[in-house]
């Protein structure tokens, strides 16, 4: 995951794969054959979500959620 998020390109590109596999997976959810990829489609979706919560930390997020459990 450190390797994707430092160089900008690299990690735009890899959360741009990112939404595109999680469009392609909802596409094909009926079908029962999508469940041979649910395990791929969710390690590169908590992936993406980490990246997503190191960068919004990182600029200045919100923290309103942090300042209220305190």
């Known amino acids: 995951m450190e390797a994707l998020i430092s160089p900008d390109p690299l990690r735009k590109e890899f959360l741009a794969h990112e939404r595109l596999v999680r469009t392609l997976f909802r596409a094909i959810k009926p079908d029962p054959a999508a469940l041979q990829f649910l395990s791929l489609v ?16 990182g600029n200045g997020g919100d923290v309103s959620a942090v300042l209220v459990g305190s």
Do not use: Q, T, V, Y
Request: net charge neutral; aromatic share 0%; charged share 25%.
């Open 42 to 57: 969710s390690c590169i979706g908590i992936i993406a979500d980490e990246i997503r919560l190191r960068i919004s930390c």
